[in-house]
């Protein structure tokens, strides 16, 4: 958890402008707000998202809220994810979204996970493939007052694309203890294990 400058405030959030153009992201994390909070998006604003030149996830959920908040004078509720295989020396990582391309196409960036894995190893299939999710969040009150939290779930890479629901890299994504993907999984069943909610459960309490 990082923090700056920041002391609990006595009065919860009720109003908050969700700093993402992803319709997944934007999706679970409405579900897990609490229905009184009213939510606004960067289509209210018709603004497009920023450059993400960040290090880590954490940097990157930071640069986003801190450029909506700017632009709009709001509380901003953020969010910087991935997926790190280790094989591959935990890539795609901070790069996740990028592999699908300029247009977002996580087909193509599905693809080219299991290629990049059968160059390091053509018989990975065969073995426990571990990966994780991440999720870092940030919520921006002003520059100089934030905090920002990470939720990870651990797990392994599906031998193929399995299930329809979710988004991302969701079909190819197993969690430990389980022995399907988060695209197989019930939309309300994921959305109360993933890397997004154990995120959000430490921040919660703000709202």
Not at 42 to 51: A, G, I, M, R, V
Not at 170 to 196: C, E, L, V
Request: some cysteine; charged content about 30%; proline content about 2%.
């Amino acid at each position: 958890m990082k923090i700056k400058n920041f002391q609990v405030k006595k009065q919860k959030i009720s109003k908050i402008l969700i700093g993402s153009n992803n319709k997944g992201k934007i999706k679970e994390i409405c579900d897990l707000l609490p229905k009184k909070i009213k939510v606004l998006g960067t289509k209210d604003y018709n603004l497009k998202s920023p450059k993400e030149n960040g290090k880590t996830f954490e940097e990157n959920s930071l640069i986003k809220a801190n450029y909506y908040s700017k632009k709009t004078k709001m509380i901003c509720l953020a969010d910087d994810s991935g997926i790190e295989i280790d094989l591959l020396d935990k890539a795609p990582g901070i790069y996740s979204a990028r592999w699908g391309g300029k247009k977002g196409n996580f087909a193509l960036a599905i693809n080219k996970v299991y290629k990049e894995l059968n160059k390091k190893n053509k018989n990975w299939h065969h073995k426990k493939t571990k990966a994780r999710f991440i999720c870092a969040l940030t919520i921006l009150w002003n520059s100089k007052k934030y905090i920002t939290v990470v939720g990870k779930v651990e797990g392994s890479i599906s031998k193929k694309k399995r299930g329809k629901n979710g988004f991302g890299y969701d079909p190819i994504f197993i969690p430990n203890g389980y022995k399907i993907t988060y695209g197989q999984m019930q939309y309300s069943k994921k959305i109360k294990i993933d890397h997004r909610y154990k995120a959000f459960k430490k921040i919660r309490k703000f709202f």
